[in-house]
């Protein structure tokens, strides 16, 4: 049950979020599309990309923050993701778009303490020069996105939130991501591609 001071933070975080940040979307990936592969730092120091995970069928992406109450709403549920899907080949990883000197509390050393307060068991990466959610087209934290890897490369297959209800966990009814993923397992066409993401705007 959140605070009532919790939800007004979020309630103000959800009115600021239609800002300009909007417009990244209509350049960035939709449904179909190949991912370019990055190399990005993570929390452990490592420069990670996507060709790193040889075994993967896919990955859960999601551009994801410290700061933002709708983050740390779907904290808890981004971990789930992981631990219910690493080990079927869509591992997550976590990319931290905010710019620290606007948002401090997501520095990189912000972000080591958080993942380890946390128990993050996945890559928590930090888009240094905010160069690849861009590309990716995210405007919010958290933006999912779920990628098949196929012989072209790694296809965009979802784009959005990652379930219904951002405010409690128990009350969720449909698990776009889950769905997603399921389906792709499964080797069936996913029903929801896309959806509206919920969060806070990415801060630049």
């Given at each position: 049950m959140?605070?009532p001071v919790?939800?007004?933070?979020?309630m103000?975080a959800?009115?600021?979020?239609?800002?300009?940040?909007?417009?990244?979307?209509?350049?960035g990936y939709?449904?179909?599309?190949?991912v370019?592969?990055f190399?990005?730092?993570?929390?452990?120091?490592k420069i990670?990309s996507?060709s790193?995970?040889?075994?993967?069928k896919g990955f859960?992406?999601?551009f994801t923050?410290?700061?933002c109450?709708f983050?740390i709403?779907?904290e808890d549920?981004?971990?789930?993701l992981d631990?219910k899907?690493a080990s079927k080949?869509?591992?997550?990883?976590a990319?931290?778009?905010?710019n620290?000197?606007v948002?401090?509390g997501?520095?990189?050393?912000?972000?080591?303490?958080?993942a380890?307060e946390?128990?993050?068991?996945f890559p928590?990466l930090?888009d240094?020069?905010?160069n690849?959610?861009?590309?990716f087209g995210?405007t919010?934290t958290?933006?999912?996105?779920v990628l098949?890897?196929?012989?072209q490369?790694?296809?965009v297959?979802?784009?959005?939130?990652?379930?219904?209800?951002y405010?409690?966990?128990?009350?969720v009814k449909?698990r776009?991501?889950e769905?997603?993923?399921?389906?792709?397992?499964?080797g069936?066409e996913i029903k929801?591609?896309?959806?509206?993401?919920?969060?806070?705007?990415?801060?630049v």
């Amino acid at each position: 049950m959140k605070t009532p001071v919790l939800l007004s933070i979020m309630m103000i975080a959800f009115i600021s979020d239609f800002t300009n940040q909007d417009i990244v979307k209509d350049s960035g990936y939709k449904i179909g599309d190949v991912v370019s592969d990055f190399e990005l730092q993570n929390i452990d120091g490592k420069i990670i990309s996507l060709s790193d995970f040889k075994d993967a069928k896919g990955f859960i992406i999601t551009f994801t923050c410290n700061t933002c109450p709708f983050a740390i709403a779907y904290e808890d549920r981004i971990i789930g993701l992981d631990k219910k899907y690493a080990s079927k080949g869509y591992p997550v990883i976590a990319i931290n778009p905010n710019n620290p000197l606007v948002q401090p509390g997501d520095s990189y050393t912000a972000m080591q303490q958080r993942a380890k307060e946390k128990g993050f068991t996945f890559p928590y990466l930090v888009d240094e020069g905010q160069n690849v959610y861009p590309k990716f087209g995210a405007t919010k934290t958290p933006h999912m996105y779920v990628l098949q890897k196929t012989k072209q490369g790694n296809v965009v297959k979802y784009i959005g939130t990652i379930d219904d209800n951002y405010k409690d966990a128990s009350a969720v009814k449909t698990r776009y991501v889950e769905d997603a993923v399921d389906a792709l397992l499964r080797g069936e066409e996913i029903k929801q591609k896309e959806t509206k993401a919920i969060g806070c705007s990415i801060k630049v």
